[in-house]
């Protein structure tokens, strides 16, 4: 009981305390804990915790294969994508470059490299032949297998050739271009997690269709203030004119107006005075595109993002901002035990 | 007049896989054939660019990449216009990368301006410090002493033989401050760990979804300027003259939005229709 | 703790620093003497608050949507037969919020323990996965019915944000289940959730103190908890008196948050004048 009920709250009143308070005492040994080693310490944690995490990953979609359950071809790709990414990272190194130090016949070293490098043979020859004397070539994508890189510098030592295969050094494999890790995270990894990115793009289009519906007044300042900043963001808007927008404005009030006094003489008299207003004064200025700025979309957009968002926001961040400190502080002090299970 | 009524009341119920098929239209559409509209940078974009511009030849920026590939296309161009600025401007270019896969953004970037387009010679012109874990504790460290956090950069050279890297210890030893980022750890943390306590000007890049949450400290001035999204990006771009990925991007997102809005507008007519038959009933 | 033990072990404490502050507070850095002691005045009314609460002080709590609707959720889907999903965030249990999605699960492994239907909490984080095994465990246990709980009903999916949403997403597909909770710190991916969780018709609430995610889960969902209701919820659902008393202790402070954003309006208006030579602005900033 002791182990799991008394000593983790010690264990998080003490180092919260410690965290919180060390912030204002300049003693070396407090502010290293506090700035490094707390942080670190969690890292290394973490870092030991994804074992446990891929175990049970790896033990349920194994489970979701032999027992043949709905989906498990899924199931066998995760693993098949697990063992591949494991493998690229820790098992095989995937990067072996060629290096060419000497040549006796640059045509002949050419006509092996030219396919190689995906140039033609003269081109080849060409770069073989401004090469410094004393110095080497290397081809620049490296080999995913030792065997693939040993096959090239076979064949160009074959053909009179003096080259070399040179590992990339472990860790650096990573990091390094056209490595097998490398050439995962940039042909895989990142096509997929942009697509799902891009998916955002579908589902904000049909989630707005559903939701933004006139139902009362605050649904209705919620769907024009975000029509104003969807169109007033991107070039499309500095293309609306104020005009255009003000006969807007004129027959939303028109409509207002037969809302309230349900008398179609003032209707027309308000929507009728109003386009004629617009109208002259259209013709007084010679309709700037950008003039008056209340009413252009751009400039709108700006206002709305810099104050009304900007209110909200900052209230929104002091209320969560104090709800994360009382939540802390009722951690430290030991009032909140459910995280234990209490 | 009734049928078109009952056609509008089925289309507001309209399956979302429909609304996709037009998304995607929309979206490809402009990328073959460029509509080329005018793009008008904001006071935030500007602020940015204005900053930057007052840097001079030799002053030393820190850059900070904090995104992977999902939110590449978003962030990417303006990493790429923004590191473009710099080196137009012999700024030193300092790269570190709070993300594990920012490092292969930096790299991608690198690759592009510094190396194809610039001509710049590494740990002269630019370093990539590279990745280190441990989120604002990582900013910690920087502001209280960078060689601790890193001791080698991405490339495993050790920092005493890089020349760019003679006289730097701290942030405070930097004269710009950029972060190029698409959440956590990112933004939010440079201006509380980094920007705030040392004082270094700073600016910052991030998606659109994240400009709500880092308005509050543009405004106050903590933040000299952001550049908000693909928008962003575009609005970079046509301020250093050099039209890229974000400025191409801007007509696909420019179409898609009206079609947006076209569908906000047609779902709210089949909700009239639909309200006034119940009610009628 | 009785009231006259609190009482001597805080004035003890207070005799003892004050004794510190005035022989000179050694080691304390100075310059940020401001944020000590707001955190002193915020701790000290977070205490008193929970302190009263727990004395029987009656404290009405405004009933929050959301969290009445979590039971509903769970009622739901023990008539359907289908299982109860819950999203704990994205994050690590480093981040408040992740503690607090965490604290909810709890609360919500009890029902599901109770009315006996099938939870299912797939995670990104392999120290979540412990925590939330070990919250669901106690819940099954607590309310007797330790043969229904089975570790894999809290199971890790991957760390990798996009992927993890991909995943949450094919067991919604494949699963169907009527009741989706997202509890947590979200990103980017709270509206491929939410909009997938909608597509099959599930009842979804969602609490979150990310602001850029509220918009989407509020557009997406039938409830959402926004910011301090999320932090309120373990309060709330479990009506304990001392959990009470801190969110009133929240209310109050934000009255004293408000007040000190006027006095400072003022001064700071006074300073640009030049009528005070004292900036409140520079003095407030944390160094």
Request: charged share 15%; aromatic share 12%.
């Amino acid at each position: 009981m002791f182990m799991k009920r008394q000593l983790p709250i010690a264990i998080a009143a003490i180092i919260g305390f410690i965290t919180l308070f060390g912030w204002f005492v300049s003693e070396p040994n407090i502010k290293s804990f506090v700035d490094d080693d707390a942080t670190q310490w969690f890292d290394i944690l973490a870092s030991f915790a994804i074992f446990l995490g891929a175990l049970n990953l790896l033990k349920l979609q194994a489970m979701k294969v032999m027992k043949q359950q709905k989906g498990w071809p899924y199931a066998a790709l995760a693993i098949a994508g697990f063992l591949f990414s494991f493998s690229a990272g820790f098992i095989l190194l995937g990067s072996y470059n060629v290096e060419i130090s000497q040549y006796n016949d640059p045509a002949k070293v050419a006509t092996v490299l030219a396919s190689e490098i995906n140039l033609d043979e003269k081109s080849t020859e060409n770069i073989l032949m401004a090469m410094p004397e004393g110095d080497t070539y290397t081809i620049e994508t490296p080999y995913f297998t030792k065997n693939g890189a040993e096959d090239v510098v076979e064949k160009i030592n074959a053909a009179g050739g003096t080259a070399n295969m040179r590992a990339t050094e472990w860790g650096s494999h990573i990091s390094t271009r056209g490595s097998l890790f490398n050439w995962m995270f940039r042909f895989i990894f990142t096509p997929l997690s942009a697509t799902m990115f891009a998916l955002l793009a579908f589902f904000v289009a049909s989630a707005s269709y559903r939701a933004f519906k006139i139902r009362n007044f605050e649904a209705t300042l919620l769907l024009v203030s975000g029509i104003i900043i969807m169109l007033g963001r991107v070039p499309i808007g500095g293309n609306i004119s104020a005009w255009f927008i003000m006969y807007i404005v004129v027959l939303s009030i028109g409509a207002g107006v037969n809302t309230w006094f349900k008398n179609r003489t003032i209707t027309l008299a308000t929507v009728g005075g109003g386009i004629l207003l617009v109208t002259i004064a259209g013709f007084i200025t010679g309709w700037p595109i950008d003039q008056p700025g209340i009413f252009y979309l751009p400039v709108l957009q700006d206002w709305i993002y810099n104050n009304p968002n900007v209110a909200g926001a900052r209230a929104i961040m002091i209320g969560i901002g104090l709800g994360i400190f009382a939540t802390s502080i009722r951690y430290i002090l030991g009032i909140e035990k459910s995280y234990i299970g209490e | 007049m009734e049928k078109f009524l009952d056609f509008i009341v089925r289309a507001g119920s309209l399956d979302r896989r429909y609304i996709f098929v037009v998304i995607a239209l929309v979206v490809l559409l402009p990328l073959f054939f460029p509509l080329g509209l005018p793009i008008r940078p904001t006071i935030a974009s500007q602020k940015v660019y204005d900053v930057v511009e007052e840097l001079n030849a030799g002053d030393k920026a820190l850059v900070s990449f904090e995104y992977g590939p999902s939110t590449k296309p978003e962030i990417h161009p303006m990493a790429v216009a923004l590191l473009r600025h710099l080196f137009e401007k012999d700024v030193k270019v300092y790269i570190t990368c709070l993300w594990p896969d920012g490092q292969f953004m930096a790299m991608e970037a690198l690759e592009q301006v510094a190396e194809d387009q610039y001509n710049k010679v590494y740990g002269e012109d630019y370093v990539l410090l590279g990745f280190r874990p441990g989120n604002e504790a990582v900013i910690k460290g920087l502001v209280s002493n960078l060689r601790k956090v890193f001791t080698v950069d991405a490339n495993g050279n050790f920092l005493d033989d890089i020349p760019m890297m003679t006289g730097i210890n701290q942030v405070a030893d930097f004269d710009y401050l950029f972060s190029a980022s698409a959440g956590y750890p990112g933004t939010v943390e440079w201006v509380q760990y980094a920007a705030d306590p040392v004082g270094i000007t700073m600016s910052t890049g991030t998606t659109s979804i994240q400009v709500n949450e880092v308005m509050p400290y543009v405004q106050s001035g903590q933040i000299k300027g952001i550049l908000g999204g693909m928008p962003g990006a575009a609005e970079y771009e046509s301020l250093i003259g050099q039209a890229g990925i974000g400025t191409s991007g801007m007509d696909a997102q420019s179409v898609a939005h009206v079609v947006i809005v076209a569908f906000i507008i047609f779902g709210n007519i089949s909700f009239f229709v639909e309200r006034r038959r119940s009610k009628k009933y | 703790m009785k009231d006259k033990q609190f009482w001597s072990v805080a004035g003890i404490i207070f005799v003892l620093f004050m004794i510190y502050w005035f022989a000179g507070h050694p080691y304390f850095v100075s310059e940020r003497s401001v944020m000590f002691w707001s955190i002193l005045i915020v701790g000290g009314v977070l205490i008193y608050s929970t302190r009263m609460a727990k004395r029987g002080e009656k404290i009405f709590l405004r009933t929050i949507p959301g969290l009445k609707a979590v039971e509903e959720a769970v009622g739901r889907s023990t008539e359907m037969g289908k299982p109860v999903l819950y999203v704990p965030g994205i994050m690590d249990m480093d981040q408040v919020e992740t503690v607090a999605g965490v604290v909810v699960l709890g609360h919500v492994a009890k029902m599901t323990a109770r009315y006996e239907t099938s939870l299912n909490v797939p995670v990104s984080r392999a120290i979540v996965m412990k925590a939330a095994r070990e919250s669901c465990r106690e819940s099954y246990l607590l309310e007797g019915r330790p043969d229904l709980f089975h570790n894999d009903m809290v199971h890790y999916l991957t760390d990798d944000q996009f992927a993890y949403a991909a995943g949450v997403n094919g067991i919604m597909l494949r699963e169907e289940p009527a009741a989706c909770l997202y509890m947590g710190k979200f990103y980017a991916e709270s509206l491929l959730l939410a909009e997938t969780g909608n597509s099959i018709g599930a009842i979804q609430i969602a609490g979150t103190a990310s602001p850029s995610q509220i918009p989407f889960f509020v557009t997406a969902c039938d409830y959402t908890l926004i910011g301090e209701e999320f932090f309120a919820a373990s309060a709330y659902l479990s009506q304990e008196p001392e959990l009470i008393g801190g969110v009133k202790g929240q209310d109050t402070l934000k009255l004293l948050v408000t007040a000190t954003v006027f006095i400072s309006l003022t001064f700071n208006f006074f300073h640009d004048l030049g009528w005070i030579s004292w900036d409140i602005l520079g003095y407030l900033t944390v160094q």
